[in-house]
């Protein structure tokens, strides 16, 4: 029977549905900012990928104790959806546990769902121990790892656990009401039952827990659904597209830029003909940078990548800069793009980007200049990479953090000129003497004087 | 031995072409490989195995030049386009098919860079070639119980190993040694990084506490433990940067720093 309270429900959650596409349609505008890249080769290779490392959590099991709680909270979210889908049906019909006419499917369910419930909470204790009392390194420090990432992250892992115990104070209550009755509640309930008379006997009291235990966890999950744009968490959803969007090819492989290219041919050979440019809607050509300042200079992929982005920093605890005490951090250039692509374009309900100089961080010597380059991202942070994939390979989400990084240094080199003094040397080596050092081009051969080899009879 | 030597006359594809002739495979021997004194030595000890099995090898001798690899990991997209169309219609005009080398950032960029400007070839790097040679029977190592209870560590190159995916080949080749392999805690993918890729090797580093080689070294004296050992390495700047290393912290008289090739070449009684 349909009552207020489905009336209210059903507003409660077309508001956070609403609220929540309203929010994603801002966040695919910003991605849509980036520069248009082709990634619709090769599907079946793609769907691999993406069932191994995104549904599988493959690169994850690099670091087994993360990896088997984040597989439990992980399991538990897949899972416990599907009670969640009940959750929303029995909230819109006024039905009661509507999906008990599964019989033996349904107790499984329930049981599984219970066990991973209780696992999802020690987890997340876990993570929170990890993060507050042991501060784990690659969690705890580096410059971009401020006040709002620090709170973020606790306020999802406390969520969690609020979820969690919403979700037990709903059963619990609900086994020992159906107790009082003398009715079977449909489902086995393996943890709910251990603690089924902490609520006492009184049915007044006990439904008035099974309903809120209920509306919490409905309204959280709602409420959670639309902090996520704004947070590190959103990674449960971007990671299956972005995984399925990673580079193929070897990683060694860098972009080349087909500009550059007709360039060259055209200035080795004055017949020959480069393709027409892309005009623009006014009939303009589009002239693109050469490498990136700001966002817009990124492919949508490396957009999407910082959207990815879950801040748990093994890039940067395994990149040999950040090892060795360089600024650059691998982690803070992937969440600089999303803060300045934020401030650029659209922000989510929760808007905090990082300027490094508000914030007395002084290590960082941003500018002014409104833009990724400089504004967040400095000059030494770019000089200090020595592009060895550490970070890449380390991604359990196949972020691509160097792409970026060379993007920005190619933008250095090529718009500015603004190489170290050093790289300039060997970059005129290379014009003169076709080596990066000073050695005439005609000494190339020289290693091969009065070379010996042992004869053979 | 001395008089049981022959002079080696390396063959450059200029006199391979004049005579009608194309070779098997072309060695691009790499801007450290012609220059580096060090490297030279790399250079050698390859073109001594090559000599020794037989291939039909040859070189391009002046007419080769730097890859770009450095200008294009610098930022420098247009240098190294530059450096990459010449390079390609020198071996396109050569008609090369197969090419060999010593150096990972050579291999890295002509393998998979040089394709999209129209440079197509089979490129192999030289841990690869070494180890066919070894599996086909080519190589017999025959000398190898001199490093019998020597201790090895194989320090990965990024750009072998983690670009593209190459870990067993230069393992394989040392495993035909009868050496004690061990390894490193960071190794494989989980390699950590020499400090020179991307164009560091000609800069100074950026302000930090410590040294990429100097970490990465200390990681290698540490797997090695006391007494004498070998760091194997299959990159020129790999093996700047760990000698240094080794230098820096005084253990040049027990620990030395070799190319896989080198230590084969040792081992078959080609080189010492």
């Known amino acids: 029977m349909i009552q207020l309270e489905n009336i209210i429900f059903l507003i409660v959650a077309a508001l956070g549905i609403g609220l929540f596409v309203w929010q994603i349609r801002k966040i695919r505008k910003n991605i849509l900012i980036g520069r248009d890249v082709d990634r619709s080769d090769n599907p079946s290779e793609r769907i691999n990928k993406t069932l191994l490392v995104a549904f599988g959590q493959q690169k994850m099991f690099k670091r087994m104790l993360p990896a088997v709680l984040h597989l439990f909270v992980y399991v538990g979210f897949l899972v416990i959806n599907i009670e969640v889908l009940e959750i929303m049906i029995d909230g819109i019909f006024g039905t009661h546990r509507v999906l008990g006419f599964l019989g033996p499917f349904y107790d499984g369910l329930m049981a599984v769902n219970e066990i991973l419930a209780a696992l999802v909470i020690i987890a997340c204790a876990i993570f929170l121990w990890r993060r507050n009392v042991t501060k784990v390194p690659r969690l705890a420090t580096g410059v971009e790892m401020r006040a709002w990432p620090k709170m973020d992250a606790n306020v999802i892992l406390i969520t969690e656990i609020v979820l969690m115990f919403a979700l037990f104070a709903f059963n619990i209550a609900d086994l020992k009401l159906a107790a009082l009755n003398n009715h079977t509640l449909p489902g086995t309930f393996p943890v709910s039952s251990s603690f089924v008379n902490i609520f006492g006997n009184d049915a007044g009291t006990l439904a008035t827990i099974a309903s809120v235990g209920w509306w919490i966890h409905i309204i959280g999950i709602l409420a959670f659904m639309n902090y996520l744009p704004s947070s590190k968490h959103f990674h449960i959803i971007m990671a299956f597209p972005n995984v399925y969007f990673s580079k193929l090819w070897p990683k060694g492989k860098f972009t080349t830029n087909p500009a550059i290219t007709h360039e060259i041919k055209a200035m080795l050979d004055p017949s020959y003909q480069p393709p027409a440019p892309e005009m623009d809607a006014e009939g303009n050509p589009i002239v693109q940078r050469f490498g990136a300042k700001d966002v817009e200079d990124l492919t949508w992929k490396q957009l999407m990548d910082s959207y990815t982005c879950t801040e748990c920093g093994r890039c940067t605890s395994v990149c040999p800069a950040n090892i060795t005490g360089k600024l650059l951090s691998p982690r803070k250039i992937v969440m600089d793009t999303r803060d300045r692509m934020e401030e650029k374009g659209e922000h989510p309900a929760i808007f905090a980007p990082n300027h490094y100089k508000e914030l007395g961080v002084e290590r960082v010597k941003t500018t002014d200049e409104k833009t990724l380059l400089r504004g967040y991202i400095t000059p030494e942070e770019l000089w200090a990479c020595t592009t060895c994939n550490a970070c890449v390979e380390s991604c359990p989400v196949n972020i691509d953090q160097l792409s970026t990084i060379m993007d920005l240094r190619r933008y250095l080199v090529l718009e500015e000129s603004a190489a170290p003094a050093s790289i300039n040397a060997m970059f005129t080596n290379i014009e003169n003497n076709g080596a990066p050092w000073a050695f005439p081009s005609s000494d190339r051969f020289n290693w091969a004087e009065e070379l010996y080899v042992p004869s053979k009879n | ?272």
Request: hydrophobic share 40%; glycine share 8%.
């Open chain 2, 1 to 272: 031995m001395e008089e049981n030597k022959r002079l080696v006359k390396v063959p450059t594809m200029a006199e391979m072409a004049a005579n009608g002739e194309e070779p098997e495979v072309l060695f691009w021997v790499g801007c450290a490989g012609s220059f580096d004194d060090r490297y030279k030595r790399v250079t050698r000890a390859f073109v001594q195995i090559l000599e020794h099995v037989g291939v039909k090898y040859a070189v391009l001798g002046t007419e080769e030049s730097c890859t770009g690899e450095p200008a294009k990991r610098a930022g420098n997209e247009f240098l190294f386009q530059m450096q990459a169309i010449t390079n390609i219609e020198v071996l396109n005009a050569y008609n090369i098919k197969k090419i060999v080398t010593a150096c990972p950032h050579c291999f890295n960029t002509i393998k998979n860079e040089y394709p999209d400007l129209g440079g197509n070839y089979e490129v192999i790097h030289h841990s690869t070639f070494l180890q066919q040679l070894i599996n086909e029977g080519k190589v017999k190592v025959q000398g190898g119980e001199a490093f019998k209870g020597k201790r090895i560590t194989f320090h990965d190159s990024c750009y072998l190993g983690r670009a593209n995916d190459i870990y067993e080949a230069p393992r394989d080749v040392l495993a035909a040694l009868d050496a004690d392999l061990v390894e490193m805690k960071r190794s494989r993918a989980n390699g950590l990084c020499c400090g020179a890729g991307g164009a560091q090797m000609f800069k100074e580093p950026e302000p930090g506490n410590k040294d990429i080689n100097i970490e990465r070294t200390e990681e290698a004296l540490a797997t090695l433990g006391t007494g004498n050992g070998v760091i194997a390495t299959a990159c020129p700047f790999c093996m700047v940067m760990m000698s240094d290393g080794v230098k820096n912290k005084e253990q040049e008289e027990s620990v030395k720093v070799f190319d896989i090739a080198e230590l084969i070449a040792q081992a078959e009684g080609l080189s010492k």
